[in-house]
Structures are given as structure tokens and as C-alpha cells.
């Protein structure tokens, strides 16, 4: 089983930035794909951008330009570094780790104010 913890969410203004992290109770680079999805209140959850193993990263094109992705392999940690945020990134955050099954983590909740 592989444990995911988010946290770095919180209050921001439209143009502002945050730095989402993702610890995992295993060794990331045994896990195959790491991604990031959201969910908007009244929407369904949405696919963000994703990391796999060897470094490859793909992102949604509401995100293109403005998010990364990137990994700590050391820290066991995958990180989602948000810029030039709109307010209709609001939501809550979800790290999902698959291996032979997938694993997700209880969310952190970002709100970008107007």
C-alpha cells in the first residue's frame, strides 16, 4: 500500500502562486505514474498534469504554461508548483500514486480569490 499526504494549499489572490506537495510512504520511483487531479465545487474531479518514473511529465492544457511538476526523490515527495493562478483553479487538490493498484491522498484545498 503506498500512503499519500497533500498539504500546501490555503487562501490566494488571482495571479499569485502555490507550491502543492505530495509525501508518499514508499520510495517514489517505485511508483510507476504520480498525478494530480482536482475537483471544483459542483464539477467532477479533473485531471491536472502527471509524472512518471523516468521523468516524463504531461499536463492539462487549462494548466499549460502556468503549472510544473516535479519530484523529490530524497524527500519521497512530488511537488505541483502552481503560478499565475485564475480563480477557477480553485479546488480541492488530489495526489493518486499507481502501482498495482492506484492510491489516492485526502486532498488540500486551494482558493484563489478574484
Known amino acids: 500500500q503506498v500512503q499519500l499526504v497533500e498539504s500546501g494549499g490555503g487562501l490566494v489572490q488571482a495571479g499569485g502562486s502555490l507550491r502543492l506537495s505530495c509525501a508518499a510512504s514508499?520510495?517514489?520511483?517505485?511508483?510507476?505514474?504520480m498525478r494530480w487531479y482536482r475537483q471544483a465545487p459542483g464539477k467532477q474531479r479533473e485531471f491536472v498534469g502527471a509524472?512518471?518514473?523516468?521523468?516524463?511529465?504531461n499536463y492539462a492544457d487549462s494548466v499549460k504554461g502556468r503549472f510544473t511538476i516535479y519530484r523529490d526523490y530524497a524527500k519521497n515527495t512530488v511537488y505541483l508548483q502552481m503560478n499565475s493562478l485564475k480563480p477557477e483553479d480553485t479546488g480541492v487538490y488530489y495526489c493518486?500514486?499507481?502501482?498495482?493498484?492506484?492510491?489516492w491522498g485526502q486532498g488540500t484545498q486551494v482558493t484563489v480569490s478574484s
Open positions: 514508499r520510495s517514489i520511483f517505485s511508483i510507476n505514474v
Open positions: 493518486n500514486a499507481a502501482v498495482s493498484l492506484e492510491y
Open positions: 509524472i512518471t518514473s523516468s521523468g516524463t511529465t
